[in-house]
């Protein structure tokens, strides 16, 4: 599959089977986020594979009841916890370069970007998960003081097909020339 499908047809899968992510294909999709470009270069993503049951069990606690996200992370027979180190991207000389602060997030949402479209390339699925404690997840994962848990996604094979995507805006809606 071209990146150009992997994009078009990739979904929020929320459903899995439990079947294992093959250690070949999770090092290709691996390898994948690693290539993303960051800030200067600065890769400040940290990434955490969790696979224990009990781990996945106190990461959904953390995840409300009404998100769907929450049953996703037990059924996945594979959790990424993507974490970002903090003081980085976005900084020179120590001091932050931006209007926006750390540049932590864009830097790993272009790193689960690349992993989503590769897992997608290879038949696997996965779903962004942001809505939950971060301070109870990353106490969870033992995560030291200077880093910060951006995302959680589970990672596997679909339970289920596909189905179509949700209307996209049309590029006329939403992109200008030279000026807003």
Known sequence: MDVFEAM???????KYLPDPVGE??????????????SWANTQCWEIVLVRDPAV?????????AYNPGRGAIMAA???????????????????????????????VALFLANVTHAAHALGYGTLHVGLFDHAAAAAVLGAPDDIRL???????????????????RQLAEFLHQERF
């Open 8 to 14: 078009a047809n990739r979904r929020s899968v929320r």
């Open 24 to 37: 070949e294909d999770l090092t290709r999709i691996l390898e994948a986020g690693r290539m993303a470009a």
């Open 150 to 168: 951006v995302e959680l996604m589970p990672i596997g094979r679909s339970a289920r097909p596909p189905r179509p995507g949700p209307p996209r």
């Open 77 to 107: 027979p594979l959790v990424l916890a993507a974490c970002a180190r903090t003081g980085r991207s976005g900084f020179e000389k120590g001091l932050v370069t931006t209007v926006h602060g750390d540049w932590m997030l864009f830097d």
């Open 56 to 64: 996945k069990e106190k990461l959904a606690a953390t995840v409300p």
